[in-house]
């Protein structure tokens, strides 16, 4: 693929002139920083060439290898724990003819764990031979100080100033002055201190006597600025880490809500999202803040972080909030064309790397996403739905009241709203699906800006009505009835300009001419999930997304198969994205389409099987399913993926028709559903504050069985057919 052709029309196409050398890479993550390695546990720059230890978009080691005696060990096996704790490869020798060592007597053990900008790694070797094993073990390593968009293909006219490096009491020191003028090193130190140093190497000279072991503890830090961290690595620090990673998870999982189903595999999926949101998520001075998914987006994204949120905030509002917070603290103030910001706006995406810092790509702070401010609006009426935490929206309120001014002045004289970029540097599409090809007519022409896109609406619509319940509680009944006036007039007008009986559902978009873009996507599903569709267009949608060009046998496709520019894959015209088929199986369920729904669940549910750890990837190309076949991979997706690792969250809360509300203090259940593949389920903790309720559920044929086993506080269970 010619990357460079592709970029001019999509500046920030993420290039790929090779496959992965690995298709199933290695990922840890802890705040700011992420470590992408092979099934070794190496950093060796093949593939895609997107390995390696970042700290804020910034790679700060770019190769790391261990060798025995100048070769690879023999791959026994590499997991990443269940609970993104550790990354663990295990390994034998192979024959070792200088030393005497036959293969498989030599046990070598690498846990490697990422904590406070550092990554630890131990290894451990044992000799289960019956003589001393001598042999030399070396650990290649090499720091480039890549920006982020580098490694995804954008080139740079010239960099920063390397400094030299420094090799003295047994550590290493990288060091990278910046455009931005910022000093970034990385250090890498050893214990016990090898017996050669090297810019590139340290070499180990082994000597394990039967039955003994060999310990062996190496620190990789990320500084940033001229403060360096004074750490060793010896075991002690290794071991500290490794507790205060284990005790920060466990005190995140104190109290929360748990959910186990009679379905091992169903559990394994469970457990993989809920690891995979919890390593996404990065501690905040606000709260929590769900990063996008590693490694194109491990940062703040503002539509990303607001749908993961949504997904989760039935079983856990700590997130909705801690993205809420911070969102309102980034919002726009300001009119600037260079970021696409005006005042109001809420948050595309922040980075912190150099070429953001030196203006060489514009997403230091960049606003260009045309959903995320009502989609923040409609966040916080949620939230407060779900939490009845009136003071938090009463803080919040002045940010919403401008990205309800923002939201009013970018609509058109029929009331919808719409994008057209400022930035030359810009994204040229603004909605979710952002790739510059992904909004287009009928026979496959580009559609002019200003474009107002189906979903959008929908978006707005839910904004305003959330909004105005907030307002009523604030005290402001006048601006109240001005927003469900506001609404009520946008979903006529929606109703009239945007369906189509030619395609079944509603079209992708009105271009800047008022002409429609007739093409029949995945869009369309979302104005179910917010509500503007009519109940007898989202009867027909229910049934159209599961005709064969719109339904694959694993999930819903971005764009039908034979409409212009489809392709399975493409990145947003013809794939499937698991966080888009949830959001539509949501829709389905809120017009009672709730069968339609558990289809689109079992789907993605089977197709979980076959993805590596049960780990649904950001997306997977769209061909239709074959026997005894598993999902086409997309080669550069994100994996992990915060909304698609939430996902499952949304699919099982609109099957059960489950709503959490605080002005109740009630659970409650619409016309419940399990899938097929789940006969009975358990949530446990689940309610408000200290408020909780246990829910055992069992199916009985199509009929879901409901027992409350423990009740802490006022608190109702209630189902509803």
Not at 275 to 289: C, I, K, Q, R
Not at 388 to 397: N, P
Not at 468 to 488: F, K, P
Not at 669 to 683: D, G, H, K, T, V
């Amino acid at each position: 693929m010619n990357g460079d052709r592709i970029r001019v029309g999509d500046r920030w196409y993420v290039a790929a002139s090779a496959a992965r050398a690995d298709e199933t890479p290695h990922v840890l993550k802890h705040d700011e920083s992420f470590l992408v390695a092979d099934r070794y546990g190496d950093v060796d720059g093949t593939g895609l060439g997107e390995q390696g230890l970042y700290h804020e978009d910034t790679r700060y080691l770019s190769e790391y290898r261990l060798t025995v005696e100048g070769v690879r060990p023999m791959f026994l096996g590499s997991n990443v724990k269940e609970d993104n704790s550790l990354l663990i490869a295990e390994f034998m020798n192979p024959d070792l003819a200088r030393h005497d060592v036959p293969k498989g007597t030599v046990h070598i053990f690498r846990a490697k764990l990422l904590w406070q900008q550092c990554c630890h790694e131990h290894i451990r070797i044992v000799n289960h031979g019956d003589q001393a094993a001598r042999f030399g073990i070396a650990l290649a390593f090499a720091a480039d100080f890549v920006d982020l968009f580098e490694v995804r293909g954008s080139a740079r006219a010239r960099r920063g100033r390397r400094l030299a490096t420094e090799v003295r009491d047994g550590e290493v020191t990288y060091a990278y002055e910046g455009l931005d003028g910022v000093l970034r090193r990385t250090r890498l130190r050893f214990h016990p201190r090898p017996h050669a140093l090297s810019e590139r190497e340290a070499v180990f000279e082994i000597g394990v006597e039967p039955d003994d072991e060999f310990h062996l503890y190496c620190s990789i830090d990320c500084e940033r600025g001229e403060g360096a961290a004074q750490r060793a690595p010896h075991r002690s620090h290794y071991d500290q880490a490794y507790r205060e990673n284990e005790d920060a998870r466990r005190s995140a999982q104190e109290d929360a809500c748990a959910i186990t189903t009679s379905n091992t595999l169903a559990n394994l999926w469970l457990r993989r999202s809920g690891s995979d949101v919890a390593m996404l998520s990065t501690n905040m001075p606000m709260g929590p803040y769900p990063y996008a998914g590693v490694p194109w987006y491990s940062t703040t994204f503002g539509r990303d972080g607001i749908i993961t949120a949504r997904e989760l905030l039935w079983i856990d509002p700590r997130p909705a909030r801690g993205v809420l917070a911070f969102l309102a603290q980034t919002q726009a103030r300001q009119s600037d064309p260079a970021r696409d910001a005006e005042p109001g706006k809420i948050l595309h995406e922040a980075r912190k790397c150099e070429m953001a810092a030196t203006g060489e790509v514009p997403f230091g702070r960049y606003y260009g996403s045309v959903d995320a401010t009502p989609l923040f609006v409609a966040l916080a009426g949620a939230y407060w739905k779900r939490t009845g935490d009136l003071e938090f929206i009463a803080s919040l309120w002045p940010h919403v009241l401008i990205a309800l001014q923002w939201i009013d002045g970018n609509a058109d004289s029929e009331g919808f709203v719409r994008y057209a970029r400022r930035s030359s540097d810009g994204l040229i599409q603004q909605g979710w699906k952002d790739s510059h090809d992904s909004v287009f007519h009928a026979d496959g022409r580009d559609a002019d800006t200003p474009i107002a896109l189906c979903e959008v609406q929908g978006y707005v619509y839910e904004a305003r009505l959330l909004a105005a319940e907030m307002a009523q509680a604030l005290g402001d009944g006048s601006l109240a009835r001005r927003l469900q006036a506001q609404a009520q007039a946008l979903k006529l007008a929606f109703l009239s300009r945007f369906w189509s009986d030619e395609i079944g559902m509603y079209v992708l978009a009105l271009d800047g001419h008022g002409k429609r873009c007739e093409v029949a996507t995945s869009n369309a599903g979302h104005a179910m999930w917010s509500g503007i569709a009519a109940p007898e267009h989202a009867a027909r949608m229910a049934d159209r997304y599961l005709e064969p060009d719109f339904y694959s046998g694993w999930g819903i496709r971005t764009v039908a198969r034979g409409q212009a520019r489809y392709n399975p894959m493409s990145y947003h015209n013809g794939s499937i994205w698991p966080h888009d088929n949830a959001m539509i199986a949501a829709g389905m369920a809120r017009y009672g389409h709730t069968l339609a729904a558990l289809q689109v669940f079992s789907g993605l549910f089977d197709a979980s099987v076959h993805f590596s750890q049960h780990r649904l990837p950001e997306l997977f190309c769209g061909f239709s399913r074959r026997d005894a076949e598993g999902p086409t991979l997309y080669p550069v997706a994100c994996s992990p993926q915060a909304w698609a690792a939430a996902c499952v969250y949304a699919l099982l809360q609109a099957c059960l028709g489950l709503e959490v509300s605080a002005q109740r203090a009630e659970i409650s259940l619409q016309s419940p559903r399990l899938p097929a593949f789940i006969e009975s389920m358990e949530i446990l903790r689940l309610g408000i504050g200290n408020r909780t309720a246990d829910l055992r559920l069992q199916r009985y044929g199509k009929h879901v069985g409901i027992d409350v086993a423990h009740k802490l506080g006022d608190l109702d269970v209630r189902v509803r057919m």
